[in-house]
């Protein structure tokens, strides 16, 4: 359909609970809240499940990996199912696999059957990762800051209630029931997936000349480039983080308990960081100081670690926790560093693919340094090399800019409308950008 026909018909009727934007606010909150949550409640029953159903440590291996991977196949699958059904389609589609793939494994017998059904309750994660940046550049393109602020800090409090409450679930049948603490996450994720569905069920997509890029061109842009390399930096500190450091404070000392505290003190650090970093982000016309000041806490953190690990133990790791705010300034960036939402989902998608596809060694770098050198200087070497990438990447993305202005833009995709109500993208600090020719709100009849 063309801008002229979309004009004509006049504008579109959507049912009153989609039209408000507190509902938009709502429904991304939701999606948020269920990002990682599959990931994390294995973790404290993963000794369990490889009494109860067989799992050996190979397959351990596969399934500590498997988020990863899914984060970067189905995150590159996502905005070619996006242009071909739509944004919201998917994301709904994304957590009712989610809400299968979470409840299936929670009632196999086998460990390949475990396996295999991680793959949907992952779905909901690599999908929203990729969409839910989108859906913010659309529905709210004067707030991405503070609406990214408010969908990473959900996402962080699901990270963080997943890896705690899973076991204290598990055990509520007086018992350590390993299939109530895991399956229980279906729950929410089931709620999300319902309140999507009326907005998928009257999503309307309409062909329009863009700027979009596929993987291939995205290349080209220096910036995307940089945003790749800053996301995948800043996930091997996070993985690194959470999957060496419990094990680095037990060696030097600390009980299990108190090991197992500090990695949960990692984590909480980072629901105010994440409310805090893409509001700041937005406001910034250059981020170069905030990248310097992330970075500054990470050289902190780790030098107090080497220097004296067991004296300020829960300083080091909260500045480690401070520097994580990397994690929120790239996804605001994401939305920052592209004109509309049609480039956003391209940008988001090659990201956090690449992104989440480079940084998955980086945890088996560290355990097979480990094992070959019998201490733990690899580890640091391989968080300050990913340091290094982080300040060089960070003072590239924050120079601001357009990706769409480093590549030449070709041929037309479909995507949907901004919702109702929206105003077109724009980015401050930079010249407004000229609307979508083909969206709602800048439709004129001819």
């Not at 989609?18 to 509902?23: G, K």
């Not at 009326?198 to 220096?222: F, G, M, Q």
């Not at 940089?226 to 930096?233: N, T």
């Not at 959470?242 to 037990?250: C, L, P, R, S, T």
Request: proline share 7%; aromatic share 8%; hydrophobic share 50%.
């Amino acid at each position: 359909m063309r801008s002229k026909d979309l004009a004509d018909a006049g504008p579109i009727r959507l049912p009153r609970l989609v039209r408000r934007p507190a509902a938009t606010v709502l429904l991304i909150l939701l999606a948020a809240v269920n990002l990682r949550t599959a990931v994390t409640s294995v973790g404290p029953l993963l000794d369990t499940l490889q009494l109860s159903i067989g799992l050996d440590p190979a397959e351990a291996g596969v399934l500590t990996t498997l988020p990863v991977l899914a984060f970067a196949g189905l995150g590159a699958l996502t905005p070619r199912l996006a242009r071909r059904y739509g944004e919201q389609r998917v994301l709904t589609a994304a957590l009712a696999c989610m809400t299968f793939g979470l409840a299936g494994r929670a009632l196999v017998h086998t460990s390949w059957g475990f396996l295999g059904l991680s793959v949907p309750a992952l779905a909901g994660g690599a999908t929203g990762n990729v969409l839910l940046p989108v859906v913010v550049k659309r529905s709210f393109p004067t707030r991405i800051g503070s609406m990214t602020a408010a969908y990473t800090t959900v996402m962080a409090v699901g990270t963080t209630l997943a890896a705690a409450v899973s076991v204290p679930i598990a055990r509520l049948p007086g018992h350590l029931d390993w299939r109530l603490g895991l399956g229980v996450w279906a729950v929410p994720a089931a709620l999300a997936a319902a309140c999507w569905t009326p907005r998928a069920v009257t999503e309307r997509r309409i062909t329009t000349r863009a700027t979009p890029h596929n993987t291939i061109s995205l290349w080209r842009s220096p910036t995307a480039r940089a945003l790749a390399a800053l996301f995948a930096a800043q996930s091997v500190q996070a993985y690194v983080a959470f999957g060496w450091f419990a094990q680095y404070f037990q060696d030097l000392g600390a009980s299990a308990t108190h090991a197992g505290l500090l990695v949960a003190l990692l984590s909480a650090v980072q629901i105010p960081i994440s409310l805090l970093i893409p509001t700041i982000t937005a406001r910034l016309s250059s981020q170069r100081g905030l990248v310097l000041f992330l970075s500054a806490c990470y050289v902190a953190a780790y030098l107090g670690m080497v220097l004296a690990p067991r004296h300020g133990d829960w300083v080091w790791v909260t500045l480690a926790g401070i520097g994580g705010g990397a994690f929120p300034l790239v996804l605001t960036l994401i939305g920052l560093r592209s004109r509309t939402p049609t480039a956003t989902r391209a940008l988001s998608a090659f990201t956090q693919s690449v992104g989440y596809l480079a940084a998955g060694g980086g945890p088996l770098l560290v355990g097979v340094l480990h094992d070959l050198f019998g201490g733990w200087a690899g580890m640091f070497t391989v968080l300050f090399v990913a340091l290094a990438v982080i300040v060089g990447a960070g003072m590239v993305v924050s120079t601001p800019r357009w990706v769409e202005d480093e590549i030449p833009a070709t041929g037309k995709v479909e995507y949907p409308p901004p919702d109702p109500g929206t105003l077109p993208t724009r980015q401050p600090s930079l010249p407004t950008a000229p609307p979508e020719s083909g969206d709602v709100g800048s439709a004129k009849k001819g």
